[in-house]
């Protein structure tokens, strides 16, 4: 319902959520389902699971760091201040296509009201 667009040669989806929303962010070999697209200002509740392996998730440059394990749902609120494009990887040793598995977060600006 919220796709905006597909990328990658996998048409990974591209999801722009309503602001304030559950957002949802999933790890599995070895790659970071959905893209999120992000409105600046605005507060998600983001949740991370793992579907398979232990996984870690850093979004940098923030620097924003935790482990995603099977079984376990990770919930953090937050408010993307910056505009821009971020990468997620996935920072805990999960296979030998360890280092393939990258993500995208978009954040982009409100849209103005016509």
């Given at each position: 319902?919220y796709t ?9 989806p591209?999801?722009r959520?309503?602001?304030g ?16 697209e ?15 392996w232990?996984?870690g ?5 923030i ?11 990770m919930v953090i ?9 971020y990468?997620v990887?996935?920072?805990e ?5 360890h ?6 977060l978009?954040v982009?600006?409100?849209a103005e009201?016509a």
């Amino acid at each position: 319902e919220y796709t905006v667009r597909t990328e990658t040669d996998r048409n990974i989806p591209v999801v722009r959520p309503p602001a304030g929303s559950d957002i949802y962010l999933l790890a599995r070999l070895w790659q970071w389902h959905p893209v999120l697209e992000l409105e600046k200002g605005q507060t998600y509740r983001l949740r991370v699971s793992s579907a398979d392996w232990q996984h870690g998730l850093s979004i940098q440059p923030i620097n924003l760091n935790f482990q995603v394990l099977p079984g376990y749902e990770m919930v953090i609120n937050i408010t993307p201040t910056e505009s821009g494009e971020y990468a997620v990887v996935c920072n805990e040793y999960c296979g030998i296509m360890h280092h393939t598995m990258l993500g995208k977060l978009y954040v982009v600006d409100p849209a103005e009201d016509a």
